[in-house]
């Protein structure tokens, strides 16, 4: 079988762009991180992280990553935004995305549960007990769903597919190219027990972009597995 590509018509970024908008960004990222940490709450003895630094990290990291990539891949080029397939969705195709999401949260929970006997189980969120989220001011909880489910997903589905899926198609099949930038975008994550159920869910986003060209329905169906999962992580505490 081989790997050369069958013609992509997806918008791809020069190959010098793509790597310094990938570094730049880890690194941005990394940097804002690390502030987070040091700017919002304290973590407790057993080194939970509180709930202003956990709404701290899913919206500014996701605030600062956009900007950045606006700056050095968007502002003063020709095609603006649709140079990084964000363009106005197919109708037909958004029943699809939400379709997906929904799916996703399921699949991603069956393969957790199909591995753990191997990997373990998955790091619970914070978000319960003394200063963890739900011990947080309203504002604070709805910032956090703001980054966790729009944020979030809008930074990484241009990182990992309109930027690096996209190049590497130009180089192998779907699969291959699909496969790379999954598992890339699940070890981001920093937990083996999820990282087999988000590789699968990240090639159905992929497969999304790759049969529209617009990236906006993969934004859409991962902001609606991330809001499933964090709507029933609150109600499992209720």
């Known amino acids: 079988m081989s ?10 970024l020069p190959i010098r762009q793509t790597i ?12 804002v991180v690390v502030l ?25 990291p996701a605030s600062a990553g956009i900007a950045w990539i606006w700056l050095h891949a968007v502002w003063g080029e020709r095609q603006g935004w649709r140079g990084l397939g964000i363009i106005t969705p197919p109708s037909k195709w ?20 199909l591995f753990q006997p191997i990997l373990g189980s998955p790091s619970p969120l914070p978000i319960g007990g003394s200063g963890g989220l739900t011990d947080q001011p309203v504002y604070v909880i709805f910032a956090f769903f703001v980054g966790a489910s729009i944020l979030a997903p ?39 027990a999820t990282m087999p159920g988000l590789t699968v869910v ?9 049969r529209t060209g617009c990236l906006w329905l993969p934004i859409i169906a991962h902001g609606v597995h991330n809001l499933l999962v964090l709507v029933a992580a609150f109600m499992a505490l209720s």
């Open 154 to 192: 809008l930074l990484e589905e241009i990182i990992f597919r309109a930027i690096l899926f996209a190049r590497l198609r130009q180089q192998f099949t779907f699969l291959p190219a699909a496969a790379i930038s999954a598992v890339s975008h699940a070890i981001m994550h920093g937990d083996v």
């Open 20 to 31: 310094y908008i990938l570094c730049s960004t880890i690194v941005l990222q990394i940097v």
């Open 3 to 12: 790997l050369r590509p069958t013609r992509s018509r997806l918008p791809v």
């Open 94 to 113: 958004l029943s699809y995305a939400v379709f997906a999401g929904v799916i996703a949260v399921i699949l991603n929970s069956s393969i957790v549960h």
């Open 36 to 60: 987070c940490f040091r700017w919002f709450g304290a973590a407790d003895e057993a080194k939970q992280v509180d709930g202003m630094r956990l709404m701290a990290l899913t919206l500014f």
């Open 202 to 210: 990240f090639i159905i986003f992929a497969y999304l972009y790759e």
